[in-house]
């Protein structure tokens, strides 16, 4: 259990939706700590139980089991505290992926307290595709392989990841239009961060 609740901006859309791109430039930023839940498991050792797990689901483009995604992601948090990366009094966590439905919000809830969710929407399936193919070469993920794998990821986000928008009251969801270039994204997402309390202290 936690004495306190991480302080969390969430980064939440569609796969191709340029949550990671957002979320490794705020990572940057002193004071905000980047945790994308797919690059961490992408990093494990496919040897390994949890790395044979994750290639089994995410080679169908389906998710994780909850419970085992949610234990995965507190464990690498503690160790991130515990080598004092992530300082939790003084910094706020950037969330890509990570609840990525429902179910793991609220099991996240008793270890976040989550001040935004940047939603970034991108209605037209279509861009989406075209950007994960271009990636797919570009970064070598084997989810993004093929089309069909594409597609059966963009249903799961539909049917499964959607409704997390729905978990957490509308007054913290920001609707970002993924479609903008990713500087004007930024910028809306900075626009909200800077308004929060305790996130613009000097340095
Ligand atoms: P991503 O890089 O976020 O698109 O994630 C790649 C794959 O990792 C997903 O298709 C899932 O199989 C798995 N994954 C990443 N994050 C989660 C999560 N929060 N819950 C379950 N599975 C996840």
């Known amino acids: 259990m936690v004495s306190a609740r991480y302080r969390a901006f969430l980064i939440f859309g569609a796969p191709g939706s340029g949550k990671g791109t957002q979320g490794k430039i705020l990572g940057k930023i002193p004071r905000f700590f980047f945790f994308a839940c797919g690059d961490v498991f992408r990093s494990i050792d496919t040897r390994t139980a949890l ?3 994750f290639v089994k689901y995410s080679s169908k483009g389906e998710l994780v ?12 948090i503690q160790q991130s505290v515990e080598a004092h990366e992530f300082k939790p ?5 950037i969330l890509d992926g990570v609840p990525r439905n429902p179910r793991q919000a609220e099991l996240m809830q008793q270890f976040i ?11 037209i399936r279509e861009k989406l595709v075209a950007r994960l193919k271009k990636r797919a070469i570009k970064d070598n993920r084997l989810d993004d ?11 799961t986000y539909e049917q499964q990841c959607k409704p ?3 978990f957490y009251p509308p007054e913290l969801i920001v609707n970002i239009d ?3 270039a ?3 994204v930024l910028m809306e997402i900075i626009t909200y961060i800077v308004r929060e309390k305790d996130a613009v202290i000097s340095l």
């Open 182 to 184: 990713p500087i004007q």
């Open 145 to 155: 392989a093929s089309e069909q794998l594409i597609w059966r990821r963009l249903e």
């Open 51 to 53: 790395g044979q797990q």
């Open 164 to 166: 997390l928008l729905n």
């Open 89 to 93: 009094d003084i910094d706020f966590l």
């Open 65 to 76: 089991p909850d419970e085992l995604t949610v234990e995965f992601w507190r464990l690498r």
């Open 178 to 180: 993924a479609t903008q």
């Open 113 to 123: 307290d989550v001040r935004r969710v940047f939603h970034l929407s991108c209605p």
